[in-house]
């Protein structure tokens, strides 16, 4: 089994900061590429930024320079820090990990955490 468990969502003003977490157990062997995705309301889930297992970093145009994803591969965890927030960042935001168990390969999804961003 393997669970993804996010963190770091809430209410924030508009040009604030938050940190969100994204954290994989179980039985894991290997993680290699991790991605934040998010879905505001009415709206289709889209790519905010994706970090292969060297560190690789690709972010969605709408985050660039703003939103910067890491991830510490001892604690199979991986990072968003989104700063200059803006409303239209509010969704919720779910971390996705493409990882393999020592049985297969696996895609899994985390619960998601709600980012509200007030003008």
């Known amino acids: 089994q393997v669970q993804l468990m996010e963190s770091g969502g809430g209410l924030v003003q508009a040009g604030g900061s938050l940190r969100l977490s994204c954290a994989a157990s179980?039985?894991?062997?290997?993680?290699?590429?991790m991605k934040w995705y998010r879905q505001a309301p009415g709206q289709q889930r889209e790519l905010v930024a994706a970090i292969t297992s060297g560190g690789t970093t690709n972010y969605a145009d709408s985050v660039k320079g703003r939103f910067t994803a890491s991830r510490d591969n001892a604690k199979n965890t991986m990072y968003l820090q989104m700063n200059s927030l803006k409303p239209e960042d509010t969704a919720v935001y779910y971390c996705n990990v493409a990882l393999q168990t020592y049985a297969r390969g696996l895609d899994a999804w985390g619960q998601g955490t709600l980012v509200t961003v007030s003008s």
């Open positions: 179980g039985s894991i062997f290997r993680i290699n590429a």
